[in-house]
């Protein structure tokens, strides 16, 4: 039984659901090396700022239980170098690679998001989410502050725009709803929980700016509550659900709740070549269930 595994996130085709997260996939070319990046609908590069960010001292990454912290601090090179370095390398890939915004202000934002277009990307995930910036602000927990990076780029930009979004907010779907009011065309359910860990030897905090994102599969009921939440209230949004996947149950799980496609992230630090695997696993649960399109699934548990 051959099974369709293509799918649409809102305006966009994807020959898969699998989408590699930001921050996991480097600007996509670095995964290229490594694995098959043919399993993917699309690959989202590591956020890129207005100006470089030299992001956290180390240490900057810890495990934590079945999770990963991290407090990176999005070091990056801005969007000006990493149009003349990264772009020309993209552009022999055989999947899309989506940039990811972040900045300050939405001024910011929508220059990385021009910057983005000039270099020819098709689609821009804009980052309100990151738990790890220096002065602790995140857009994603204010609706309004949201809406005005989104109205931003928007205004800046005519390829499809996305947002990412936290848990850590008091009503995400709140949030999403002005997103999409703003302009967003779907939305990113979600980035990393906060999180913190310490040393019991050092008796020092795991992380040098002591909290971060906490990621991995821990995360998933959470961001799986988000995109329920958020499908329920908005039917017919495209979402994009992220967080804590590891098997291609996962990936039907999420599709399930409502998401439109699925995003791997941590799982790609010990298994690089996970997409090809959990692909697999997608199409074979479909073929076991009778599936013959896995857009079929989306939605069917709201």
Known sequence: MSIATGTRLGSLTLATPLVGASGTVGSG?????AADVGAYGALV???VADEPWPGRP???????GLGMLNGIGIQNPGIDEWGRLTAPRIERLPVPVWGSAVASTPDGYARVAAGFAGAGIQAIEINLSCPNLEDGRMFALDPQASADVVV???SAVSV???AKLSPNAADVTEVALACRGA???WVTLTNTAWGAGIDIETRRPLLSGRVGGYSGPPLKPIALRCVLEVAAAAPGFPILGCGGVTRGADVVEYLMAGAS???LGTIHFAEPRAGRR?????????????????TDLIGVAT
Do not use: F, M, N
């Not at 180390?58 to 934590?64: N, Q, V």
């Not at 959990?278 to 896995?294: A, G, P, T």
């Open 29 to 33: 070319w670095e995964l290229a090396r």
């Open 152 to 154: 931003a780029v928007r």
């Open 58 to 64: 180390p240490p900057r990454l810890a495990p934590a």
């Open 278 to 294: 959990i692909l697999r696993e997608v199409e074979d649960w479909c073929r076991r269930h009778e599936v013959s399109s896995v």
């Open 45 to 47: 590069a590591k956020s």
């Open 183 to 185: 302009g967003a065309d």
């Open 160 to 162: 499809p725009i996305g």
């Open 261 to 263: 496609a699925v995003a």
